[in-house]
Each structure stands twice: as structure tokens, then as C-alpha cells.
């Protein structure tokens, strides 16, 4: 419990290696999530030499702590598997469809997230990379990732070089509705982003960002619109592209 | 560490309720999950009464856990209260289409295992409930989500009135690869999914079924093609009515 609530994401990273032991281990507490119908519809993918490495970062937008980091995991909704034991055992598989990719990214993430805290409770510091969806046609040329594999997640991990504090969250209860969702008033949504909005490290961003709101920041500068909709048609291009969107009666 | 490896999927309950403090703890600690962007694109929709839980229950397709267990905890992708902020705030929201629904969904699905495993550390019981996806819209009506929000995982939450066994596992080297994906060969297939094979339990499923072989119970028992293409035209087509597909430039 202490674990998860100290967590921070780690974005400076020794060069030291983690210990083989230690990323069996975190490979291990992945496996033991809880998965659709048992069935462990997704791969990890660890990636340690440089070369494959310097490939990654360069499509996860150069951010320095995925070339920092001596390991690199990257999770995958995998049907390909499944399927290809299907086949080998007089049955036919029909999971080329997307409740089948959402089956295999739900399981991914929950063992990402598996994962992410056993790497922290043995010393580690991880770091997710939102980019892997947005970049998800590069990572499967990269990675190798076959039909019926799509990338999900994607954690850096080593030996943290930093000591950063918490990030700020929201009130508890401004994410928590009560027996059924309670939409926000004007009123709920001040009270919600007061605090986060009163911190010295926010004006200092708003100002840097040369913008009058926290909020432009993220609609303007972070995630913007068309932005977010050209990444929507390539990751939806990418699923029909990877088998994953043949969702009527042939 | 110990209380991941030691996850089993609780599905009978005492019907004595978990202490609030608990329920608090397991919210904070699904707060302090790694988020996009700080952005938090998520809400928990906490569920006790019994008449709520009951709609819950018909909509699960009355798996008997969902009314037994006295928490129902529901984690939706949730784009709304953020965009209800960006327009209080002079910034005008761009997150209507499919990017942001993946968005929110990584981060609910790791708030999720992050309260999953909070609330195994505090001696009580889970299990996901894969329906929450199939039945996405059902969800919707009954918690009464508005647009921009989306479930993604649910849970039942209460003290444990079984002691199951861990749940078997493929090999680690089955799901894991190293460096870049390493497609299967038939002899890989044979070798990950042996011991599965072997066992007396899968036997007894097997014959129970009627099918002659594991994968037989899953693509004509459990997770049919019809059903899946089914359950995928429905899932995408909950996304169009929640607000999260305009993906073309307007």
C-alpha cells in the first residue's frame, strides 16, 4: 500500500542495470493480474540493447528517459497466441474483432500496472509513455509485432537518479461519484481544480506556455484537437491494419 | 510483492460490509496511479445499494458475485469533467474522438488494479467483471454516465467467503519476448500450453462441455465469434452515442 501511494513517475535513470532477478520478478507479478476468462490475451516485450533502444526513442518523440533507461517493457493486446493455439488444437478462433482488442488491452494494462508497482517495491523507478498509442505503427515495426498484436503500454525502468516529489492530484472526491455519477456543477468544477490552480509550479507553467489558463495549456500547447484526431484515425488505421477490426458476419 | 503474486478473483462474499476507511484507502490509492498528462481522464463510481446493485447484477449477466458483494466499484474513461473545465477556463476541449477515449481508459484501467490490489493489502476480496465492456451501454443508463464517459473495468469489493487456489498461469517465458517479438512456432504452442493441457481441472471443463479440446470450450462455449462481432459493433457503437468519435476534422 506504501508503494502505491509513494508512487512518482521516474525520468532520470543511472546507468546501472537491474538485476536479472529483479526483472524475472517483475515479469512474474505481471503475469499473476487477473485476465479475461484466464485466457493472458497480451505479450510483454523487454527490451534492453541499445540499438533497438535508440529505435524506440526516436519514436516515442526523443523523449531523454527512454534512452536513459536500461529497460524497456512494452505491453501488448496479443490474440496472435491465443489464436495460433486455437487453430493447433481443431478449433476456430474469431478474435480478429475489436472487443477482442479491448479484451487484450484491459488485460495488458492490468499487468502494466502489476508490473509497474513490483519494479517499484524492488527499488526501481518506472516511467509510462503516453506515446505509445499515438506512435503504435512505429512500435510494431520496431518490436516485430505480428497480426492480432498492438502495443498498449510502455514502461521505462532502472534505478532511479532522481527524487522527485508526488504529483499533485485531484481531491478524492472530485473523481468519485457516489452509487451513481453525479455530473459537475460550475461550482464542483472550481472547488475540483482549486487547489491544483493555486500552485506556484502552475503559474510557472501557464507563464512559460505564455497562456492564461492551465487549461489552454493542455487545449492548446499538450493535446490539441487535431492532433488528438489525427492519432484517433491512425490508431483506428492501425487496428484494422493489425487484424482487429473485422467486426461483421463474413 | 507478496499480495501480487497471491491474487486470486474472489466470487463469494460475507455479507458484512467493508469498513468506509477501507473504501477510503482504496480510492486514494487508485487516485495515485500514473495518469496522462497529470490529466486524470477518469471517475470511480462507487456503488452500495442494493437496489442500484441489483440493476447492476441483471446487466452482469446476473453473475451471482455482483449481488453478494456489498461494494460494486465501476471505473470509467472520463473526459468529461475535464472538458467541463477547459470551457470554465476560456479553453475550448478537444478530446471528442477515440484518442481520448484510449486515453481515459489506460487511465481508469490502472486506477483500477492500482484499487484492486489496495484492497487485497487490506485483507478483503475482488473480481473484475469482464461484462462491463459487452454491456457498456446498459452501464451507462443504470449509473447514468453522461457523454464523454465511458466504463471500462468494474470490480466487486467485499470480505472473502472462499479461499480459492491461485488461478494456473502460461509459463512467463510464454507471454514474455525478449528484445523484439518472436512469433510461435507450433512446437512454442505445444510447449506454453502443456501444462494447462494437463491438468485435471482442464479435463473436467472439457467434458463438461462437450468439446474435445480446451480451446474448443472457449471459441464455441465462451467467447464466440458472433457474440464478439456482436458485442463489438455495440461497444463502438456506445462510443459514437458517449461523444468519443469524431475524429474527422469539422
Given at each position: 500500500?506504501?508503494?502505491?501511494?509513494?508512487?512518482?513517475?521516474?525520468?532520470?535513470?543511472?546507468?546501472?542495470?537491474?538485476?536479472d532477478?529483479?526483472?524475472?520478478?517483475?515479469?512474474?507479478?505481471?503475469?499473476?493480474?487477473?485476465?479475461?476468462?484466464?485466457m493472458q490475451?497480451?505479450?510483454?516485450?523487454?527490451?534492453k540493447?541499445?540499438?533497438i533502444?535508440?529505435?524506440?526513442?526516436?519514436s516515442?518523440?526523443?523523449?531523454?528517459m527512454?534512452?536513459?533507461?536500461?529497460?524497456?517493457?512494452?505491453?501488448?493486446?496479443?490474440?496472435?497466441?491465443?489464436?495460433?493455439?486455437?487453430?493447433?488444437?481443431s478449433a476456430?478462433?474469431g478474435?480478429?474483432?475489436?472487443?477482442?482488442?479491448?479484451?487484450g488491452?484491459?488485460?495488458?494494462?492490468?499487468?502494466?500496472?502489476?508490473?509497474?508497482?513490483?519494479?517499484?517495491?524492488?527499488?526501481?523507478?518506472?516511467?509510462?509513455?503516453?506515446?505509445?498509442?499515438?506512435?503504435?505503427?512505429?512500435?510494431?515495426?520496431?518490436?516485430?509485432?505480428?497480426?492480432?498484436?498492438?502495443?498498449?503500454?510502455a514502461?521505462?525502468?532502472?534505478?532511479?537518479?532522481?527524487n522527485?516529489?508526488?504529483?499533485?492530484?485531484l481531491?478524492?472526491?472530485?473523481?468519485?461519484?457516489?452509487?451513481v455519477?453525479?455530473?459537475?456543477?460550475p461550482?464542483?468544477?472550481?472547488?475540483i481544480?482549486?487547489?491544483?490552480?493555486?500552485?506556484?509550479?502552475t503559474?510557472?507553467?501557464?507563464e512559460?506556455?505564455?497562456?492564461?489558463?492551465?487549461?489552454?495549456?493542455?487545449?492548446?500547447?499538450?493535446?490539441?484537437?487535431?492532433?488528438n484526431?489525427f492519432?484517433?484515425?491512425?490508431?483506428?488505421?492501425?487496428l484494422?491494419q493489425?487484424?482487429?477490426?473485422?467486426?461483421n458476419?463474413?
Amino acid at each position: 500500500m506504501d508503494i502505491i501511494l509513494k508512487h512518482r513517475s521516474i525520468r532520470k535513470y543511472k546507468s546501472i542495470e537491474p538485476e536479472d532477478e529483479k526483472i524475472s520478478k517483475i515479469l512474474e507479478a505481471a503475469s499473476r493480474a487477473s485476465t479475461t476468462g484466464s485466457m493472458q490475451v497480451y505479450s510483454i516485450v523487454v527490451t534492453k540493447d541499445k540499438e533497438i533502444r535508440k529505435q524506440l526513442w526516436d519514436s516515442h518523440f526523443k523523449q531523454d528517459m527512454v534512452l536513459q533507461a536500461p529497460v524497456h517493457l512494452t505491453f501488448c493486446a496479443d490474440f496472435n497466441r491465443f489464436s495460433k493455439w486455437c487453430e493447433q488444437r481443431s478449433a476456430k478462433p474469431g478474435y480478429d474483432n475489436y472487443l477482442s482488442f479491448l479484451t487484450g488491452a484491459i488485460d495488458a494494462l492490468l499487468a502494466a500496472q502489476n508490473a509497474a508497482l513490483a519494479a517499484e517495491a524492488l527499488g526501481l523507478g518506472i516511467c509510462y509513455l503516453g506515446t505509445v498509442t499515438w506512435m503504435a505503427d512505429r512500435f510494431i515495426e520496431i518490436l516485430k509485432l505480428p497480426q492480432l498484436v498492438v502495443p498498449v503500454a510502455a514502461l521505462t525502468i532502472g534505478y532511479p537518479d532522481e527524487n522527485p516529489n508526488l504529483t499533485p492530484r485531484l481531491p478524492v472526491e472530485g473523481i468519485v461519484h457516489q452509487e451513481v455519477y453525479s455530473d459537475y456543477s460550475p461550482e464542483d468544477i472550481d472547488a475540483i481544480y482549486q487547489s491544483l490552480e493555486n500552485m506556484s509550479e502552475t503559474k510557472q507553467i501557464i507563464e512559460e506556455n505564455k497562456q492564461e489558463t492551465l487549461a489552454q495549456v493542455f487545449t492548446l500547447n499538450r493535446y490539441k484537437k487535431a492532433d488528438n484526431q489525427f492519432f484517433s484515425q491512425k490508431f483506428l488505421n492501425t487496428l484494422t491494419q493489425q487484424g482487429f477490426m473485422n467486426n461483421n458476419e463474413d
